[in-house]
Nanobody
Framework: QVQLVESGGGLVQPGGSLTLSCAAS????????VGWFRQAPGKEREGVAC????????YYGDSVKDRFTISRDKANHTVALQMDSLSAEDTAVYYC???????????????????WGQGTQVTVSS
């Protein structure tokens, strides 16, 4: 059974940093493109970042460029999302996703990704 599990969410002050981690069971993340989406209250799900396994290309959503970093830990078969300079606008549930393909390309639609984690809450507040 394919499962994705996120961890690392929590409460952080504005300007602070947080790192999320995504692990998988039932398959190995190393072979597939892995992305992060988020959903803020009352808003649609938004693509945040994606890492292609085929060529290590990385893609970021406009709202997080230069603040968030997606990376792979191949030793532990996990994917991390480091988030810096956080603001209240980053408050959301963050989801790890994968779709069985190796290149992210322009895949920012939720329907592109077949597998979703349960989500982890990130709250930015003083």
């Amino acid at each position: 059974q394919v499962q994705l599990v996120e961890s690392g969410g929590g409460l952080v002050q504005p300007g602070g940093s947080l790192t999320l981690s995504c692990a998988a069971s039932g398959f190995t993340l190393d072979y597939y493109a892995v992305g992060w989406f988020r959903q803020a209250p009352g808003k649609e799900r938004e693509g945040v970042a994606c890492h292609s396994s085929a060529d290590d290309r990385i893609y970021y959503g406009d709202s997080v460029k230069d603040r968030f970093t997606i990376s792979r830990d191949k030793a532990n078969h996990t994917v991390a999302l480091q988030m810096d300079s956080l603001s209240a606008e980053d408050t959301a549930v963050y989801y790890c996703v994968t779709g069985g393909f190796t290149r992210c390309g322009s895949r920012w639609a939720t329907s592109d990704y077949r597998y979703w984690g349960q989500g982890t809450q990130v709250t930015v507040s003083s």
